[in-house]
């Protein structure tokens, strides 16, 4: 009888011990079975790279006429800025030639340039699903240049002597540059619970962020049509031939944004990979504008002069990514 209580003890230690086990390492079905790892990091990653941005450029003018008169033995159309500081008091050999809708001008040339862009963003895999990982990310889009002068070059009738004219508006000095706050998630293709190391890991990401673009306009009245449009006064300040030096404009333009990214990664070791790969980001429309330079909010006017529309970033950038 003693034997059998002995032997019948030593197996009810084994069932406790092996129920505490159980408890110990719970849905071992997706995770190490020997110390629980659902695969679930912290991610934060730093980048940085070359951006390249095109658009299409759209005259934003709106109403605004300018005024031209023709020299009556040649035939020669001039900007009536232009016949007003040349005859103050007037000339026979001009007649008023009509109005043009410098709205109905195209621009010279779409925006295209390359810039530098960095960016960080921090994250986590997801618990038994470890090829999934969700980055809150910030990216910088530093200044790029879209100079042109002329601004807008085309052909236009006056009116309303219903004469052809090839017009020339404006120069502009101006720049870009975009900070852009986003969610994305990743998909890292590789089995299993870890990330395997000494390999190239292909991804694929998808994602959306709000884009604050910032723009800054020196606009100048280089072919003399603008200086005597009465509405842009107060855009500027006249020299001592009339024509206005407009005020540098600094314009803030907000966006949702759609994303998508693809690249590899290269673990070299459990916790620190390098990460290589191409970022698209879709901004609707960005723009350009003139202001009064007042200085308080309430008495500031502003303009709209011209915008990007369409705009598309593609980032190439290479980095570091940490997980821990």
């Known amino acids: 009888m003693r034997k059998s209580l002995f032997i019948f003890s030593i197996l009810s230690l084994g069932f406790i011990a092996s129920a505490d086990a159980n408890w110990q390492y719970p849905k071992n079905y997706s995770r190490d079975v020997w110390n629980g790892d659902d695969g679930m990091r912290f991610v934060i990653s730093v980048r940085g790279g070359a951006a390249y941005g095109t658009a299409n450029i759209k005259n934003e003018i709106g109403g605004l006429t300018g005024q031209y008169m023709i020299d009556i033995n040649t035939g020669e159309i001039i900007p009536k800025a232009y016949y007003d500081a040349a005859f103050p008091s007037g000339s026979t050999d001009y007649a008023y030639a009509g109005y043009a809708k410098l709205g109905d001008l195209p621009v010279a040339d779409n925006y295209k340039d390359v810039s530098v862009a960095v960016g960080v963003s921090a994250g986590f895999t997801m618990p038994d699903a470890p090829q999934w990982r969700v980055e809150f990310g910030f990216d910088h889009i530093s ?102 030096q407009f005020h540098k404009a600094e314009t803030h333009t907000s966006n949702l944004v759609p994303m998508l990214a693809v690249g590899v990664s290269y673990g070299i070791n459990e916790r620190m990979y390098l990460d290589a790969g191409l970022r698209g980001m879709y901004v609707s429309k960005v723009k350009w504008q003139l202001t009064n330079a007042a200085t308080t909010q309430s008495e500031e006017k502003r303009r709209d002069w011209f915008s990007a529309e369409k705009l598309m970033y593609v980032n190439a950038m290479v980095g570091f990514r940490v997980e821990f």
């Not at 236009?156 to 404006?170: A, D, F, N, R, Y």
């Not at 870009?176 to 190391?197: E, L, N, R």
Request: charged share 20%; net charge negative.
């Open 143 to 244: 200044e790029s240049d879209y100079n042109q002068n002329p601004l807008f070059d085309g052909e236009l009738t006056l009116i309303p002597t219903g004469l052809q004219v090839e017009v020339q508006s404006g120069g502009a000095q101006s720049s870009m540059s975009s900070d852009i706050y986003s969610i994305m998630a990743f998909y890292d293709f590789f089995d299993g619970v870890k990330k395997p190391v000494k390999e190239i890991i292909p991804y694929l990401g998808v994602g959306a962020g709000y884009a604050d673009t910032k723009t800054m306009l020196q606009l100048t009245d280089a072919y003399g049509d603008l200086s005597d449009v009465y509405e842009l006064q107060n855009f500027g300040i006249a020299d001592d031939a009339g024509v206005i």
